[in-house]
Every structure is written in C-alpha cells, then in structure tokens.
C-alpha cells in the first residue's frame, strides 16, 4: 500500500514535470512564459504545493519524494530560462528584421574640400627635394628689376629677355617671370654649402591660350658646394623624374640656353601618354620637355659674393602646371584659374 | 632657322637620313620644330638659341653638321674663309687706284666708331634689276624669305647662306655721294622700306648721306634710296654694328627684321668682306652686276679674336666625367678654334662665336659636342644639409588641411585684375605700366574679388553649392613708383548646400553665417588664436580707406557680418555677402564671406611684434620656430565634472557673445566649458527678448565638486546675468 502510494507520488511528478515542460514550449510570448512560470513556480505555484505535501509523507519516503520534486524544480526552472531565451533570441530576430534598411541608399553627408591639384604639385614636388636636403623657401612677386634679370646675367635689352617678356609696374619693379629670382636672394643670405627650392606665381606677358597663361607656377632649385658636378644636377633630376612621373621613367637632357647657367640644358622625360611611340602630345618626338637647367653661370655667383672657383652650383626651374598636366590628362592650363568645381574636384 | 637639306649639302656632304640628322642636330642643342617635305627637298626647322647668332645662316648649320659627322665643310665661291685681323693689312696694300675708282663714286665716313666698329662698300655697276634665277628664288623661299629682284636677293641669300645682313642702295639717289654713319638727331625721322615714317631717337644709329638719314642702320633701309626697277649702280654694305643698340632700337620701334635679329645677337666683325666679294661673285654669275674698283672698309680697331684658357681638369671636375684632352683639342678645334696644347689650353676662338668669353663657356661646348647624355648622372658629394621648409610654407600647409577638412575647395585665381570699376569695387590697386589686356592691368588687393567671380562662374553653370577658398597674396599699393606691400590673405565663400544626399532639409543643408563661423573658429582653433572680439560691422565706425588689408564694409550685409579681433586687431571680417552684391553676381543663393589677414594672424602666432612680416623671409639659420607651435597636452581630468544648465531670457539688443562673456568671467577657473544648445524666442518669451540656454560643464582639478559648489557657481552667474545683462532666468 504504501509502495503504491510512493510510486503514485512519483508517477503524478513525473507528470507534472512533463505538462510544464509542455506549457513553456507552448507559450508564445514572453507575458505567456511568465504565467506558466507563475504556475509552477511561484509561491503558490504547483511545486510549491507539491513540497507542502512532503510533510504528509511517510517518513522515510521523504527524502526520496524530496529529491524528485527538487528535480522537479530544477527542469521547469530550465525549462522556462530555455524558453525564455528562445523567445527573447526570436523578438531580437524580429526588431533586426523590422529595422532592416536599403543599405543600397547613397550615402549623405558633408562635401569634401580638396586642394588645388597645383599647390598639391609643388607641395609633392617640395618633399620629394626635402629628401635630398633642399630647404624650401619662397620670395616676393613682385622684384627689382635688377634681382629677376641683371643678377641673373640678363642686362637690359639682352635677347634672352624676349623669351620673358614681362609685365612692369613702374619704378623699376617687375611681376617676377620666373622664380630663379629667389635664389638669387637665398644666395645673399647663406654661404655654401646650400640647396634651396622655391615656387610660386610668376609672370610672363603671354596672351591667353590653353597652354599659356600670363600668371603660371613655377618651382625653381639650386645647390651650392664645393665639387658639385653638371652629373650631379643629372643625378638629382633623374630622380625628382623618377619619384614625380614613376620609376621607369626616362630622362634626356639637351643643351639650351639660359644667360644665368653655363653648360645650359633642358630635360626631356619620356613621353608619359604614348611611352615614346610618339603621339600628339609629344608632337610625334616620344619627348617631353620638363625644365630648364645648368650649372650656374660664374658671374651669378660672383654677384651673390661666392667664389666661383672654389664653389660650382647648379639651378633648375620649371612649370607647375606641365606636369600635373602630363599627370591628370589636363588639356588647357586655363581650367587651373577658372575655378570650376568640376574640374577642382576631379583631379 | 629654316634649313634646306639641298641647300646644306652645298656645303657638307650628308649622307644620314633626315630625321636622324634632326636628332644629333637636337643632341647638339639644335632641334627641330618640324621637318617637312618641300617639292624635293626637305626643310628643317631648327630652333636657334639666342647665344648662337653663327647659327642662323648655312654655312654656320654646316659647321655644325661637319662636326657632327666628321666632314670638312666646303665654302662657297668667293667666300674668303674667316678672314683674320691680319689679312686686312694686305688687302690695304692693294692698289691705290682700284680703291679711289671707289671712293670716286662714294665717301664713307664713320662719326661714331663704337656704334659702328666697321662699315664696308662695294659699288656695283651695270646693274641688271629683274627676277633672280630659279634655283636662288627656290632657295629663299625654302628659307622663307620672298623673292624680289636681282640685287635684293643677292643680298638676301648671302645673308642667309653667311650670317652678314647687307643693304643695297640705288647709289644714284645718294645725291650727296657720301655716306655718313651716326647717331640720329633728336626728332630726326626717316621713312623705311615698309612704308613707315619713324621718328628716331638720339641713342638709334643711322646712315646718312651727310644731312638726312637713308637708313636705319643694321634694322631696314630708307624708301628713298630703295633699289628699284630703274637702278643702274647700286652701293652694297655689310657693316658691322653694336649689339645692344641695334637691339634697342629694334624694339624701340617695334621693327623685328632678320637683319636686326642677327646684329642684336652679336655678328662677325670679319665676316662683312667676305660677305662683299660673294655677293660679288653672284652678282657676277647670274650677270646682274659688275664691281667697281675695290671695297671701301673702315674699320679703325679690328677686333682681335679672343684667346681662352682653359683646364681640362676643371672641365672634367665641373662635368662629372672625364674627357680626354687630345679630345677636346678635336672638339675646339671644329668648332674653329685655334687650340695650343699644354698641361692647359691655349684657345683663340673664332669672332663668329661671340658667346665664347670664359674658360665656363668653352666647357659648354666640350659637353655639348661630347653629349650630355654621355655624361653620369652622380648623386652630390660632400656637405649635405638638411630638408627643411620654411616656417611660414609649413604654416600655409596646415591653412589648406584645416579649411579641406572644412569641407573646402581650395581655388587659384589670376592676381592680374581689373584696375577699372568692378562689381565688387575695392580701393586703388597697384597699376602694370604695360598690360596685354584692359581686363588684367592691376594687381588685386583682396582675394575677395576673386572668390566671388567663382561663385558666379559656378552658378552660371548651374553649379550652386559652392565652398571655396583661396590662399595666396594681396598688392597694396604705396605711390607712384612705390613696391607694392605684398600680404598673404586668405578668402572663404560659400553658397548654396554644403551637405549632400536625399531628405536633408534645405534649412539644415545651405550654408549660413553660423557655418562660416564653425570654420573660422576651426581656423584659429588650428592656429591655437582666440578671438579677443567679435565686433558686429553695424557698429565699426567708417572704414578707413586704404589703411586696412580688409575690404570695405560695404562688401558685407550690415546686420550679418562682423570683425574678429585677433592679438589686438581686426584681423578677420566675415558675414554674409551684401544681398546688392549677391543680386548684382546673379548668385542663385545667400553667399557667405571671409577675408582673414593671414600675414597678421602669422604675426600674432608667432609672438613677433605688430607690423613684422614673416613672407618672403629666407629663414635665418639655425631654423626658426614653426609659427603654429606644437600643442601640449594639459592631461586627463581626474575628477568627475558637474553640468548644469541655464537659460537667460534676455533683450535682443543684448549679444549672446556678451552673456556668454559674462558666463565666463564670473564662473571663475573651475569653468570648463560654456556651450550654447538652444537659442528660442517666441511664446512664452515677451517679444523683443529671446532665451539663450547655455550647459555649463564645471570641474575642478582636485577633488570631486559638490552640489553646493555648483550651485553656488550658478547663483553668481545668475545674479551677474541680471544685473549686467537684464536676464531674466529660466529654471
């Protein structure tokens, strides 16, 4: 009688255990879980009562009847967490789907600023030269006369003066046509040994057309020392090439003439368009001149107080806007000063 | 110099193809713009440095080309090679007789002798004037000159084939019989070739019959004397002249002619004999001509050829490569030097080459025949130093990277500007003597100006949302014949939406005074400047023209604009664009503007007195300070802040910069921040006022603040807002 009793109790908590697990899987929502828990577990709930009942037990079945209903609890306790996760786990799921956006939309948000591709190019042009311990310096617009041409062995009336026909402003000062002039002022400030490079708006009396502007930029260096060689400006502008248009690049220097370098040269790289198979750009010839350069005259030393037998130096100068034309694919040097923002912000 | 392949090979046998003869030609500092076909022949277009006037006629590109390929360069008939100073006494030795039939016809006289170092004439006879042979006018216009008659091509073609400019006069209109060679007289004019009256000047040379001038001497011949159909002697010269004033006055008159080209370069002193007897000779062959007596030549100081010394090792130490000195005796001596060998050089260079004066230029002419493609590229030797930037470059760089991360598009505009009336109209500009265009001749003093015509050109182009910005200099002009001050500025100006993208409200998305600020506030924020002052332009007392590198006050919206007082000066004016202004650009938007004093704003940062400049320095050594010096870090706090907020209901009349001033100086150190977040007016406000509410973050370095220390913080900014502002305070 007693055994049966005992089987009894066990059998009808096996049950329950089975109708509470039943009740947690089918609750729906997270309102529903908590009433079974409630249920089964709270104060007055069906585990509870079942513990109240112990106390009628035989003795000895008690511990026995005691353990069950503690794993009783135990598994509806999981029971419910189980569920509570599940359903907890399916609302996450449900608001991540209903806040779902096109994330195909383009994106919004403030215009970005750009620099002028031009100061872009001189500041790039600068650090390569820092590199090789150039200082970077700049100078006025506006000169004496004297500092942009006569220092620069160009006398008045000298023919080479023609290729820089230039705006005066009277008084004797002159828009600067190139920025070789402030070297000139470096010269007159430092002793050897020195390497200096400058750039800036310079000036030329050329109508306007897509390759020439009567304001321009122009980057101009030089070095002073004892020993430096016409294979050093070589040297040196090779690799200026080289960082600026790529490390294929190809260089040839040409003799020229400018009154303030003696040998005088101009560089040429290799075509960048059509790498020298010869295209429009490079009029069929596969070259592209890039700068003038030489060694510095020995009078321009002279003028600047440096002993030209002692010390040589040699001096380069270029257009800005050539490269970062043979850069960008730009076809008309206007578009740098127009101040169209389709072009500033594409290049 | 157009050079005719058929023509060359009159002088030196070429059996390279042409386009590989342009490219030595380039090699030795002679390329080719074009290369084109002409019939038969083939004409090189060769660009001809200003240095190398020997270069400008045949005989001058075949030496050129013999010393390329190693060839010897044949001279044609009756051209006396090069005739040295030596010569010429021989020649005077010659007969009396034949002389005086000359000077029977014609005196020449030579007032000044160094505007004219020598004068030849050749009196030519039973002249035939008529059209020159085929092959002659096939050969000039190959060279692109036009053929005319007989005589005056003769004199053309020995110019183009040795370098020496002739003229020929119908030596019957000289009624004087006499030629007189001097400066022009004050006023003095003569009217040349083309046609043209000139009124000449004291310094021009001119040929004269002893009263009146019938030529402009080494630029073009007089129309008086002009050869022409019925010419029956003609009077032929070659002179040579000085350089810079033929120059000079060629571009005095605007009168550009080949002959002027070659003088001004420097001709050959000796060259204008020989010049003589091969026109001469054609004259003879093509029976245009018959020579009477012998050349009349007045040359009082013959100019010696100059001897060089030069080093080989210095030519090889200032090249970076060694040349064998047997091989640059070869060198020098195709060019027509006379070399004397020895542990240095002895060279007596040809007077053709004018350009070669010192040991340097010799070295030229060592490298450019050797190739300087043959020479290394080394990288230097010795002393370096180091990579810097100066100061005030490196500050510009952080301008550029403070104001693109504003959203910014930085714009280079032409400093040449109008010094006539503009839109936007600002003081005297600095005026160019000689300007190509109306449009472009002044230099501008505000970037202003120029910032507004991109938002016009943009908006014309249907591009509204323009955010620019400009660095660069401004021209203030000081007087007549004064320098102008040159002074790094700085313009902004915005229109239109600054953000971008779908649903955004226009309200939230155009450009407005606030956001000019935000960027402005950036700017010195970057610079490490506060603002001692913002001081709205309604209240500014009239501008003071020209004594301010602002722009006027009338370029702003009275009630929208402002100066910022920076290191004790107004430093930036910004605000919105005067709606006149705008309406008058065709702007489809409010624009807004700003011009900052950056040369001050530099001062000011660093710590140099007022009125320093720090442009155009070259940086004393060691290298200065940067002028944005580093920041320092003041570390973490340690103890929690308080915030608190307040809301002052105050008159419109008063400033929100003066509350928040008064904000700040009573709050005492413990203040850490004072941020406006809400700016109201309107019910329950009265009219005429508005609430500014400000959320005040206090901390104290030391300890955690209590509630009561805020809140007596709070009650003193509270009373002082009522009693120094009229405030009413919100809870």
Redesign the interface.
Known sequence: MKEQLSAQDLQRIAEIGREAERACDEASSEAALEEVRIRYLGRQGVIAQAFRTLASAPPEDRPRLGQSINALKAAVEEAVQRRAESLAAATRQTRLADERIDVTLPGRGPLSGRWHVLSRTMEEIAEIFIGLGFEVVEGPEVEADHDNFERLNMPPYHPARDAQDSFYLGGGWVLRTHTTAVDVHVMDQRRPPMRAISYGHCYRRDPVDASHSPMFQQLDGFMVGEGVRFSDLKGVLLHFARAFFGPDTRTRFAPSYFPFTEPSAEMAIGCVICGGRGCAVCKRSGWLEILGCGMFHPRVLEMSGIDPERYTAFAWGMGVERPAMLRHRIDDIRLFYEGDLRFLRQV | MRVSLEWLREYVDIDIAPDVLAERL????L?AEEVVRVGEDIVLDLEV????PDCLCMLGIAREVGLLLDRPVRFPDGYAEHPRAGRRAGRARRTASARREAEDRVRVEVEDPAGCPRFTAVVIDDVRIGPSPAWMQRRLEAAGVRAINTVVDVTNYVMLETGQPMHAFDCDRIGTRRLLVRRAHPGETLETLDGLARVLEPEMLVITDGTKPVSLAGIMGGRDTEVGERTATVLLEAAYWHA?TI??TA?RLGLRTEAAARF??GADPNAPPAAQSRAARLLAEISAGRTVGEMIDVYPAPVRAATIRLRPARAS?????EIAPAEMVRILRALGCRVTSGRTLSVQVPTFRADLV?E??L??EL??VYG??R????????????????P??AAD?TV?DT??????????????VRSGPQLVDGDPR???????THD?DA?RRSLVPGAL??LA??AA?R?E????FEL??I?LPRG?????V?RRSLAIALMG????????PEDQALADLHHLRWMLDALLGELALPVDDVRPLSDAPADLAGASPLGPARWWHPGRSADLHVGGRAAVRYGELHPDLAAASKLPHRAYVAEIDLEALYVVAAGRPAGARV??E??P?PAPPPIIAARVFTGLPRYPEVERDLAAVVPDTVAAGRVEAIIRETAGPWLEAAELFDVYAGPPIPTGHRSLAYRLRLRAPDRTLAADDAEEILTRVRIALRTRAGAELRE
Do not use: K, Q
């Open positions: 380039a090699g030795v500092g390329p440095t200003s240095n190398r810079p120059g000079r571009r001004e370069r130490a200032v090249l970076g490569t010192a340097v230029d070295i030229e490298a450019r300087y493609d020479v290394p590229a080394t990288l230097p030797r010795g002393d370096t130093t180091p990579g810097t930037m100066a005030v470059l760089r550029r104001l693109v991360r504003c959203g910014l598009v930085e714009t280079l505009t032409l400093t040449l600095a005026a160019i003597a000689n300007p190509l472009h230099l015509e991109v050109t943009n182009r591009l949302d323009a955010h620019v660069g200099r021209f007549e014949g004064g320098r102008p040159e939406r600054w953000r971008g993208g779908w649903n955004v442009s155009d070259i940086p050594l």
